[in-house]
């Protein structure tokens, strides 16, 4: 069988990218509208929670630990050139509770989530399920979405506080072993070090990743056409996607933020 | 393929008024991209009819289904259903509409992560129906479509042909005034099809349902047409030659995008369209 070649003209691409984010867009509307139209699928919504939150647990533990012991290990070495070593409990206390903390948690849910709901919700387009629901006289979205986007957004924003907690635990575990660094003064410099505004942009991040996450996990589930092929195919334009948009999101959320109340 | 010959006499009779259609189209039009699926397809079920809907694979049959209950938006024409025109009304609206209209999809479309009692009972839980309730009527309708030994299994442990029958089930369950089959032999061994066809028969006889039943099984419809359902013995008896059942039931055949016949048994076994002797002989 020859392999044929569609060339696909710039204007196209253009065009199906525009008509995506508009789709993408109502559905992220509607499904937030959904919080407040009957009936509100609580039931759903924790069994969600479950799922995305203490399903994600343990990746994000190993990798809040990590992350507050290698940023430690890292900057411990040029700190002590400059004989700044007691400072590495501020370090790690800013880099993992504005920064780090709230992307790497929202990297891993979004690996390990969006790629899950843009499965769940493919196959159930493939196998003409969401019709069925449809049929049935239950809105999907309200079924299905909503309860998703509540669900991670809510669960994000606690799994984001374990993350930046073990992170610190990680931090003090390479201060305190490989360097020598009193407790108290790892802790003490850690506690003084932040500020509101830190904590602020530390906690309003995980709400938006989740939301991201859910939404762009949600949008390729239900946009999947193409068989089993297209739900593979959707399973990884979700991971793809809402990770990039969580880094865009974060550089811009973190601009304003610093906009807002001002450089430190 | 061979079809059983038909005695009869005289075409069915029709019992409703233009304005009492349960299910009307009217210049139904739709398209997928370049392709015409539909076009300008115009015809209606009565009351209490069941109307078999033929066509070769890709003609447009399940697609007209979907447009009933607005699955899927027509490009141009009007559907009514139960006397609310489906192609004015938002999707908030139809949910209201579908609760009136029970489907049964092609590859039966139950939902794989409930099990079989919750994909019955689905509708009555969205509706907060008393959970004892629940119980009572999905062992009941599962009784009826004679699967209650599944109530607690998942789909994924039934066979093909169970799992059309729990689908059955789960459109019947509220005993809505419109059924639409989707076609729900596919795929199945002849036993097995037969089953199926004595369980739409039952619930055309028992309960009066009008119905579109959408089948590439020509033999399916003519079983239909010439039988009827015994509520004494519980099975279908074959009726006395030249009787119609007592349920009226037509015919109608989507070629090209158009219908090309929408008639009944009588007018479809004495039609001199060469397009239709073919694909009934």
């Not at chain 1, 449809?134 to 309860?147: C, E, S, W």
């Not at chain 1, 979700?238 to 973190?254: E, Q």
């Not at chain 2, 590439?216 to 003519?222: G, K, V």
């Amino acid at each position: 069988m020859a392999l044929e070649l569609e060339l696909i003209s710039p204007f196209e691409l253009a065009k199906d990218f525009a008509l995506a984010v508009q789709e993408y867009t109502l559905l992220s509307a509607q499904s937030l509208a959904n919080f407040f139209r009957r009936p509100l699928y609580m039931a759903d919504m924790v069994q969600q929670a479950d799922l995305i939150g203490f399903g994600s647990l343990p990746i994000v533990v190993l990798t809040g630990l990590s992350v507050g012991a290698l940023l430690a290990l890292n900057a411990a070495s040029t700190l002590q050139r400059f004989g700044g070593i007691t400072l590495i409990g501020q370090l790690v206390s800013i880099g993992m509770v504005t920064e780090l903390g709230p992307l790497i948690t929202g990297l891993m849910v979004a690996g390990r989530n969006a790629s899950g709901m843009a499965s769940e919700l493919g196959s159930m387009i493939v196998t003409e399920q969401i019709d069925a629901m449809r049929a049935l006289g239950t809105d999907p979205t309200k079924k299905l979405i909503t309860p998703r986007i509540g669900a991670t957004a809510f669960m994000l924003f606690f799994l984001t506080i374990i993350a930046d907690l073990l992170g610190l635990i990680g931090g003090y575990a390479v201060a305190h072993l490989i360097f020598g660094l009193n407790s108290q003064q790892y802790w003490t410099s850690v506690w003084q070090i932040l500020v509101f505004r830190d904590v602020f942009t530390g906690l309003v991040k995980p709400v938006l990743f989740g939301f991201i996450i859910s939404t762009v996990g949600c949008y390729y589930g239900i946009s999947t056409r193409g068989g089993t092929q297209g739900v593979g195919r959707s399973t990884t334009q979700a991971v793809v996607a809402s990770s990039v948009l969580i880094l865009i999101v974060d550089f811009f959320v973190t601009k304003l933020i610093f906009a807002f109340f001002g450089y430190r | 393929m061979s079809v059983p010959t038909l005695p009869i006499e005289s075409p069915a009779a029709s019992v409703a008024a233009p304005s009492q259609y349960a299910i009307e189209f009217d210049n139904v039009s739709i398209a997928f991209d370049e392709k015409v699926v539909l076009s300008g397809v115009s015809f209606h079920l009565h009351h209490g009819e069941t109307k078999a809907i033929f066509g070769v694979a890709g003609s447009g049959k399940s697609t007209l289904l979907k447009l009933a209950i607005g699955l899927l938006p027509a490009d141009s024409g009007r559907i009514d259903v139960l006397g609310d025109e489906v192609t004015a009304m938002s999707e908030e609206q139809l949910f209201e509409l579908r609760r009136r209209v029970g489907i049964v999809f092609q590859e039966s479309a139950l939902f794989d992560s409930l099990k079989v009692f919750e994909n019955v009972g689905f509708r009555l839980m969205e509706e907060h129906t008393p959970p004892d309730e629940i119980e009572h009527r999905v062992r009941e309708v599962l009784r009826f479509v004679e699967l209650e030994r599944t109530y607690d299994m998942f789909p994924s442990e039934l066979s093909g042909g169970m799992r059309r029958r729990v689908a059955i089930a789960r459109a019947v369950i509220t005993q809505p005034e419109v059924l639409l089959y989707d076609s729900p032999t596919g795929g199945l061994d002849p036993v097995t099809s037969n089953t199926i066809i004595e369980l739409i028969m039952k619930q055309r006889d028992v309960y009066k349902t009008s119905a579109l039943l959408v089948t590439h099984r020509l033999q399916d419809a003519f079983t239909m047409a010439t039988h009827q359902f015994d509520p004494a013995t519980n099975q279908m008896v074959a009726l006395p030659k030249g009787q119609l059942c007592d349920v009226p039931m037509s015919f109608l055949i989507l070629r090209d995008s158009k219908v090309i016949f929408d008639g009944d048994a009588h007018q479809l076994a004495t039609s001199r369209d060469e397009y239709i002797r073919e694909y009934i002989s």
